[in-house]
């Protein structure tokens, strides 16, 4: 049988794709390939995994707020099981485009859970967001925090897409997870998030933004540790047997965070990529911008029990990682 991958061009699609292929899975991924960041990128990611596992990724190029489209990647592959991860991704450009998240990550959520539904698959994982937690000042979050009041469009579609999946786990019965995601980095990693802004400025020899004046902390998760629980928790699909699961349902839905359940002061992560690249930071005070956080720390006790999830990357190490990435790829 086949798994579907969605957004399969984007970080952790690609990451999360390569893992399956590697043990043995067959994989049918669909990406837009659009232009929030550059394409270039995305179809360097493609054409990775296409020189790594040749016929056993097969990629169509498609928009999953296109009903037909999606319909179509998936027509005749024997399609059992779905990892969900194609979004609009972003907190601050939410800010200039709402609705492209509406497009992607309303539209294009219920065209999944429509398509899943259809399949009858036997379980579907989907990319939900630490960002839904929004200005919860318990710390760490947990997945039975009420996260009713989001700071950003993109967290209310996150929370949305959870409540959509809830909806359909009721009525349908389809097994389904839903993972919080915090923070994630490493190789091949998105070109709007901080380690890789910081690592080509220092190496260039620009100025850093730092936000907040600094009081900034993030759960940093190496791309590894979050594709190591991405695959747990596709091989434990919720029981429908009306126990409570994480998150609260009695449905065949459950909620994990995936973290590294340690919240890093933004001045340690700033100083791992200057030890990597070897040079100091030029540094630009800014204040804490709309729709952003000052804290996340993720409470993985659930998805450690259930999942075995246990993320082993020291941040060092991770950010090591990415700058050697980054030099093979673009030099500095």
Known sequence: MTILVTGIAGFIGHAVAAALATRGERVVGIDNLNDYYDPA?????LADLAGRFGGAIEFVEGDIADADALDAAVAARGVDRIVHLAAQAGVRYSLENPRAYVRSNLAGHVNVLELARGLRVRHLVYASSSSVYGGNRDLPFSVEDRVDHPVSLYAATKRSNELLSESYAHLFRIPQTGLRFFTVYGPWGRPDMAPWLFTSAILEGRPIKVFNNGAMRRDFTYIDDIV??????????????????????????????????????????????????????????YPMQPGDVSATYADITASARDLGFNPATP????IRRFVDWYRAQYGG
């Open 41 to 45: 990128l995305k179809r360097a990611r």
């Open 228 to 285: 190591a629980g991405v695959l747990a928790a596709l091989d434990r699909p919720p029981a429908d047997d009306r126990a409570i699961k994480p998150g609260g349902s009695s449905t065949p839905h459950a909620l994990y965070n995936l973290g590294n359940s340690a919240a890093e002061e933004l001045s340690r992560f700033i100083a791992a990529i200057e030890a990597a690249c070897g040079r100091a930071a030029i540094r630009e005070m």
């Open 315 to 318: 941040m060092e190490q991770g």
